[in-house]
């Protein structure tokens, strides 16, 4: 269920304009407290949260996929490792389209998409404040640098 984190990353990588997300958060309510749950039953292993992280969003992508572009579910499908969004395009207007897409794709399902960070100023001015990444919250993009990020462990210009 959980995708290749290689893959993720090298398509990560593919092209000049990047961003990242992550989704979280219970009714999308990102200010909510976390839930905490203790497991009842020993499960071997213990890796089924990612797994069932990948579930929800695959699943929310495959029911709403008739109301949104093909790119928006394709982005949830293949370029999410476990709750982290990476994905590179040629151009920010394709960027700004699937950053908005995904985040109305998301709230179909009860998910936030926040903490989003590009390398286009133009992605981020789109961006509500609330959900920019904290490193660019109180930049101003029209005059200051955009910061440099790490994308999984590796560093990109984004």
Known sequence: ?????????CRFWMEKL????DVWWSDGDYQ???HHYRMKVYLFGA???PV????????????HKDKYVEAATNFVHSDFY????LLSVPKSAEAVDLVIQTRVLCKEGKLHLHNIVSNSRK????????????S?????????????????GPHRCI
């Open 1 to 9: 269920m959980t995708n290749a984190l290689a893959g993720v990353l």
């Open 18 to 21: 990047a961003f990242m997300c």
């Open 32 to 34: 909510q407290p976390v």
């Open 47 to 49: 890796a089924s949260s």
């Open 52 to 63: 069932c992280a990948n579930y929800g969003l695959k699943k929310t992508a495959t029911a």
């Open 82 to 85: 476990i709750v982290h969004g």
């Open 123 to 134: 992605v981020m001015q789109a961006v509500p404040m609330e959900d920019r990444a904290k």
């Open 136 to 152: 660019v919250k109180e930049l101003n993009l029209l005059h200051d640098e955009l910061p440099i990020e790490r994308a999984l």
